[in-house]
T-cell receptor, first 113, second 116 residues
Framework: KAGVTQTPRYLIKTRGQQVTLSCSPI?????VSWYQQTPGQGLQFLFE???????NKGNFPGRFSGRQFSNSRSEMNVSTLELGDSALYLC???FGQGTEKLFFGSGTQLSVL | QQQVKQSPQSLIVQKGGISIINCAYE??????FPWYQQFPGKGPALLIA?????SEKKEGRFTISFNKSAKQFSLHIMDSQPGDSATYFC???????????????FGQGTILTVHP
């Protein structure tokens, strides 16, 4: 079974631009969560989707948004990029509501110049 | 109240030794405590997890000890190997009160180095 797939693997953007990251969960998994990982702040929860509905949202500004499609694939978008948005963005999938085990992808490394 | 505090930040052990990483939490609603292992360039991988109704869980060389009254839990790696060198994260989540297990609160991580 293929793992969680995130694309692109690396991304370089400039301040003020917007970016869209993609995540394909493990086949059969219906829940997708997104995390931001930085050396200073560690791993921080962004949001979680289940059946195309946002279930939880972390403490990030409205520039960070996401969505989930009917096939469980998810995208996250960051508008008006800031230097501080440079991070590894990780997607994790799980089977569904009430399922504890999260399986992470390798992430998208975003650099904002 | 959502914090999970992890120590030490870094740890160096000799091959064959025992690695111990500790975590403490504040939110008593947490009811799932996983440990993740992360290698450079990879995402975190689930190593072992525990629920608060047991005090210890062992899987191979990895053991979680859980102290509910102290709100602390720890990871023990027995017979540590150079291949165990990685960053380890403790985490906690809750399925109660409108939250979900998809929302993990992570500790700051421990960089483990095992010397041959």
């Amino acid at each position: 079974k293929a793992g969680v797939t995130q694309t692109p693997r690396y991304l370089i953007k400039t301040r003020g631009q917007q970016v869209t990251l993609s995540c394909s969960p493990i086949s059969g998994h219906r829940s997708v969560s997104w995390y931001q990982q930085t050396p200073g702040q560690g791993l921080q929860f962004l949001f979680e989707y289940f059946s195309e509905t946002q279930r939880n949202k972390g403490n990030f500004p409205g520039r960070f948004s996401g969505r989930q499609f009917s096939n469980s694939r998810s995208e996250m978008n960051v508008s008006t990029l800031e230097l501080g948005d440079s991070a590894l963005y990780l997607c994790a999938s799980s089977f569904g509501q009430g399922t504890e085990k999260l399986f992470f992808g390798s992430g998208t490394q975003l650099s904002v110049l | 109240q959502q914090q999970v505090k992890q120590s030490p930040q870094s740890l160096i052990v000799q091959k064959g030794g025992i690695s111990i990483i500790n975590c403490a939490y504040e939110n008593t609603a947490f009811d799932y405590f996983p440990w993740y292992q992360q290698f450079p360039g990879k995402g975190p991988a689930l190593l072992i997890a525990i629920r608060p109704d047991v005090s210890e869980k062992k899987e191979g060389r990895f053991t979680i000890s859980f102290n509910k009254s102290a709100k602390q839990f720890s990871l023990h790696i027995m017979d540590s190997q150079p291949g165990d060198s990685a960053t380890y994260f403790c985490a906690a989540s809750s399925g109660a009160g409108g939250t979900s297990y998809g929302k993990l609160t992570f500790g700051q991580g421990t960089i483990l180095t095992v010397h041959p």
